[in-house]
T-cell receptor, first 115, second 114 residues
Framework: KNQVEQSPQSLIILEGKNCTLQ??????????LRWYKQDTGRGPVSLTI???SENTKSNGRYTATLDADTKQSSLHITASQLSDSASYIC??????????????WGLGTSLAVNP | KAGVTQTPRYLIKTRGQQVTLSCSPI?????VSWYQQTPGQGLQFLFE???????NKGNFPGRFSGRQFSNSRSEMNVSTLELGDSALYLC?????????????FGPGTRLLVL
């Protein structure tokens, strides 16, 4: 069964600190993995997309890694800011016939950055 | 370039009623997907439309339906509303390319069923 599991479920850190969020997946056949940031009351915003051949991708203070062998991904946030308080969602795309693909969404990690 | 827009932003309905939500994708995007988001379930995929055809469908009852127009605008309809349909409904658009595509989400429509 295709699944995406994220940990921790929630996290509280102090402003300026680093943190790492985890995503484990059992999705086949794998197409790509995405991380989204969702502020409260808003739609998700894409942070990174990684294909099978990519190990790491950065977007400012956000760095995502992908280990396709162990089917794990992480999102590292450096020098956190108050505006990083949000839900971070891992999404894995499963390849299908033709151009068809299916997205499997994790439940997200709720991050709170306190001053 | 304008982002994805959804109307209305907030809606209150009573059980048994029906509701229609609207989504205008980013100009040039031909794929529109709909999601339901609730606190305990996360984002649940409803359906995806591409060039006026439903390309993918999630595991929702037939009360949930959608359509896409020739200008790529999309609507979703929920008939015979239930209390459990209270949720944030998100629309996402993407440009159809052969590689991995980024979905751009609208702000959502928050539906409350009383």
């Amino acid at each position: 069964k295709n699944q995406v599991e994220q940990s921790p479920q929630s996290l509280i850190i102090l402003e300026g600190k680093n943190c790492t969020l985890q995503c484990n997946y059992t999705v086949s056949p794998f197409s790509n993995l995405r991380w989204y940031k969702q502020d409260t009351g808003r739609g998700p915003v894409s942070l990174t997309i990684m294909t099978f051949s990519e190990n790491t991708k950065s977007n400012g203070r956000y760095t995502a890694t992908l280990d396709a062998d162990t089917k794990q991904s992480s999102l590292h946030i450096t020098a956190s800011q108050l505006s990083d308080s949000a839900s971070y969602i891992c999404v894995v795309s499963a390849r299908g016939a033709g151009n068809n693909r299916k997205l499997i969404w994790g439940l997200g990690t709720s991050l709170a950055v306190n001053p | 370039k304008a982002g994805v827009t959804q109307t209305p932003r907030y809606l209150i309905k009573t059980r048994g009623q029906q509701v229609t939500l609207s989504c205008s994708p980013i100009s040039g995007h031909r794929s529109v997907s709909w999601y339901q988001q609730t606190p305990g379930q996360g984002l649940q995929f409803l359906f995806e439309y591409f060039s006026e055809t439903q390309r993918n469908k999630g595991n929702f009852p037939g009360r949930f339906s959608g359509r896409q127009f020739s200008n790529s605008r999309s609507e979703m309809n929920v008939s015979t509303l239930e209390l459990g349909d209270s949720a944030l409904y998100l629309c996402a658009s993407s440009a159809f390319v052969t590689g991995p595509e980024t979905q751009y989400f609208g702000p959502g429509t928050r539906l409350l069923v009383l």
